[in-house]
């Protein structure tokens, strides 16, 4: 019966054309949705690391002409005093500009036995960042008082580096380098990965690096962690405040709750639309199949009547068709099946094996429902053709 149907498509090769390739574009369509689908979803299950919740950022614009670093540094620690003396402010923390959720990406590369390592993101911080932003130490300690530059330079990384570096082993203690300096960076903690990007991706690989008293001549984000009493009329004394304090800034004040809506909707909006303009691109194709099935059985009428006449039960029929489709439909993803596994095997957009393989299954099993629901309407009107009446109009 198998060599017969595919006997079959083969005469109607050129017929079939088009109905191989709907079924090609359409597997290639929804494995790139499901595959993006998967990919968001996991990132979403994973843990964000951090609590951005009641964190206030001001950026400013540093203007301060002192070319004493002891008068800067005496400056920005009476700032520092003067905003955590408030009872609104619990933590206070200077640190380079490419803080979570934030539009800045700070990057460097460092090397671990002889291997470099591209793309590493990089944060310049002080110590209370760990407070405002809730981080989670899973390994070692985080910077404190007694970590001084001695041979190596204290760093903390994130547990994707961690990984990427050493697997399983331990962290605390291995001396990195990277491409800022030829001191090397001494290990001395591990945190969890930060979901800096917003809760459908991953920050990537990341290394925080405490920053000297240097680094407030160039530094122009403050990160606050806020009380409950923090409402607005405090944000707009907060404004005029560091307005005063810091007369030729341009100040201005956002909230990190904000700034991970703004993350989120530009990482969601463009998946949306590409479901959006995948949902009509199947519904064409379900169309245009349900079409050329309908149109195969009128252009059949004879070869169906000449079937039953000799005893095929309208079952029988219909089957016949719902198999053609259905082999049709194998013949395209197995063409489909053979792209799509080079993603994996050629680990394109560094996703994990496993969201490919996944998506592939879920494509394949989406097509083969669609053939089937497109072709089982056609083939009950196949059955229902009556063999006298199909043989008289031809």
């Keep these: 019966m198998f060599k017969h149907l595919l006997k079959l498509i083969w005469n109607q090769k050129k017929r079939n054309f088009l109905f191989l390739s709907e079924i090609l574009v359409s597997f290639i369509v929804l494995f790139a949705v499901f595959s993006f689908v998967l990919y968001y979803y996991q990132n979403y299950k994973q843990s ?5 919740e009641k964190v206030w950022i001001v950026n400013y614009n540093n203007t301060q002409e002192t070319k004493s670093s002891d008068s800067l540094t005496l400056y920005y620690e009476n700032l520092r005093a003067m905003l955590k003396s408030l009872p609104q402010i619990a933590e206070v923390s200077f640190s380079s500009n490419n803080i979570p959720f934030s539009e800045s990406f700070q990057s460097t590369n460092i090397k671990y036995n002889g291997k470099k390592y591209d793309r590493v993101n990089m944060y310049q911080i002080d110590t209370a960042y760990k407070k405002v932003w809730q981080m989670k130490v899973i390994e070692g300690h985080w910077y404190t008082k007694d970590d001084i530059n001695g041979k190596f330079i204290p760093t903390v990384i994130d547990s994707t580096l961690k990984v990427t570096l050493f697997g399983k082993g331990n962290a605390v203690g291995k001396v990195l380098n990277d491409g800022d300096n030829s001191q090397g960076r001494k290990i001395i903690g591990v945190v969890a990965d930060m979901k800096v990007e917003g809760d459908y991706r991953i920050a990537g690989k990341s290394l925080y690096s405490k920053s000297d008293t240097s680094a407030y001549r160039w530094q122009g984000t403050i990160s606050l962690r806020v009380n409950d009493n923090a409402d607005a009329a405090f944000e707009s004394k907060l404004y005029k405040l560091l307005s005063n304090t810091m007369k030729k800034s341009n100040i201005a004040i956002s909230h990190s709750s904000e700034m ?3 993350k989120n909707e530009k990482a969601i909006i463009p998946l949306i639309i590409f479901i959006i303009i995948a949902g009509f691109l199947i519904i064409n194709v379900a169309l245009g199949l349900f079409g050329v099935l309908w149109y195969s ?19 029988g029929v219909s089957y016949q068709l719902i198999a053609e489709s259905l082999i049709m439909a194998s013949l395209a993803l197995i063409a489909g099946c053979f792209f799509a596994v080079q993603m994996p095997l050629l680990n394109v957009f560094d996703i994990a094996s496993g969201i490919y393989l996944v998506a592939i299954a879920l ?32």
């Design 48 to 52: 964000r690391g951090f609590e951005f």
């Design 260 to 262: 991970r809506q703004t």
């Design 297 to 315: 059985i009128n252009k059949r009428k004879g070869e169906i009547g000449l079937r039953r006449a000799i005893g095929a039960t309208g079952a």
């Design 363 to 394: 494509s394949v099993a989406f097509i083969y429902l669609l053939v089937f629901l497109c072709s089982l309407y056609p083939g009950r009107q196949a059955a229902a053709i009556l063999p006298a009446i199909a043989l008289h109009e031809e």
